[in-house]
Nanobody, 124 residues
């Protein structure tokens, strides 16, 4: 499946952005989806994930209370509030086709499909 992430940009610390991830398939709900980010000189890290149904979600500790992942039939969102300079990175969405409605993939190697990324820059 081909993915496209959008919604990145330049924002001041404390501001908000909403990232969107759309897919080329009509059955996007067959996939668990994750948001990852990669800052310069650092490894790609898992940020948030959501199960096929959307009932199960997971966020890393550093974004809990600030970021929220959600989905509808065709799009997965990452609402990012109270952004901090350390959130600056290229953000990627990734999808893994799974049969388990509750499963959330979190490791880079689990995901079959990746979008090209969208840059988020948070100024202090």
């Amino acid at each position: 499946v081909q993915l496209q992430a959008s919604g990145g940009g330049l924002v001041q610390a404390g501001g908000s952005l909403r990232l969107s991830c759309t897919a080329s398939t009509r059955t996007f709900t067959d996939y668990t989806v994750g948001w990852f980010r990669q800052a310069p000189g650092r490894e790609r890290e898992f940020v948030a994930g959501i199960s096929r149904t959307g009932r199960n979600i997971k966020h890393i500790n550093s974004v809990k209370g600030r970021f929220t992942i959600s989905r509808d039939k065709n799009t997965v969102y990452l609402q990012m509030n109270n952004l901090k300079p350390e959130d600056t990175a290229v953000y990627y969405c990734a999808a893994d086709e799974v049969g388990n409605n509750a499963y959330i993939a979190t490791k880079v190697a689990e995901f079959d499909s990746w979008g090209p990324g969208t840059l988020v820059t948070v100024s202090s």
